[in-house]
């Protein structure tokens, strides 16, 4: 498949937020007390891939009217992929994720479903709803749930409160990604931002000594510091292109969360995941991320 063909695909998946999928699916995982066991991880991230992908599909072919008259380079207003094309990939695509999910990696059919369930209701709502934007979060949420359900049979709250409330709070952290696309001034929701690192410090049990743990810890509060820092400079100038930037960040940062997250557990899988976001930058530079 040519370049010609696939670059519209990939710009209605907006292909360069994959990563922070994966990332939600690892952390989850070694939060839930997962080991490396790459057949079930395999399955798990192959099929949150497809349904990733399958909702972006839908999110444009439920888009339409609205984007032929305020988007219209995007792939289906500019007539590169039909919008029949979009429903009949992302169902597919959806239908094969949840299956890879359920009968791959044997997360909990309910959870599965009500992530599928929560897709379809934000792509076919989220314009005239401005509530949307908490099935929005609610998506992450249920993405974690699902993966750590793969480890653990089922959730508790009892042995499973960490994983439970890192759930929570990266749909809560995407609750105000999701506030700052649909608003100019960035600074409203500025402590929405900070669900995650307030969780990492205040759920987990705070490494003591000067071991990686440590070292890993403060580097990864600083560089969510210096995230932070770079949004409020951008939204001192509410041009929308800064706005897009600002929100691009935020996006990117996911991965930055899911390594606060599971830095109490693997430093060195944290590191990995920080590394990542000066990448996913680059690449929201080739494929739009939002």
Request: charged fraction near 10%; include cysteine; charge should be positive.
């Amino acid at each position: 498949m040519n370049n010609s063909i696939l670059r519209p695909w990939l710009e209605l998946a907006r292909i360069s937020n994959l990563p922070t999928v994966w990332t939600n699916i690892l952390a989850a995982w070694l939060l839930a007390g997962g080991k490396w066991d790459w057949k079930p991880l395999t399955w798990l991230l192959a099929g949150s891939s497809l349904i990733y992908t399958g909702g972006m599909f839908l999110n444009d072919a439920a888009d339409v009217k609205f984007d032929f008259v305020h988007r219209k380079e995007r792939p289906i207003p500019s007539g590169r992929i039909s919008q029949a094309q979009a429903w009949i990939a992302g169902l597919v695509f959806l239908s094969g994720g949840f299956s890879m999910f359920v009968w791959g990696a044997e997360a909990r059919i309910w959870l599965t479903g009500a992530l599928i369930a929560a897709i379809l209701i934000y792509d076919l709502y989220h314009k005239p709803w401005p509530g949307s934007v908490l099935i929005m979060g609610s998506c992450r949420t249920l993405l974690y749930l699902s993966a750590a359900s793969a480890v653990t049979g089922s959730l508790d709250w009892q042995g499973n409160n960490e994983v439970i409330v890192k759930a929570m709070a990266m749909g809560t952290y995407v609750v105000g990604i999701s506030l700052c696309a649909r608003n100019e001034y960035l600074l409203n929701y500025l402590w929405l931002l900070c669900i995650p690192v307030m969780t990492r410090l205040f759920n987990a049990k705070m490494p003591h000594g000067s071991d990686l743990d440590v070292i890993v810890l403060w580097f990864l509060l600083l560089a969510w510091m210096g995230m932070l820092v770079t949004i409020i400079s951008l939204s001192k100038n509410p041009a929308k292109s800064n706005t897009g930037k600002a929100v691009g960040m935020l996006l990117a940062g996911i991965v930055l969360a899911d390594a606060l997250a599971v830095s109490s557990v693997s430093p060195s899988t944290a590191l990995a995941f920080a590394a990542m976001m000066p990448l996913l930058l680059f690449y929201q530079k080739k494929i739009a991320a939002t």
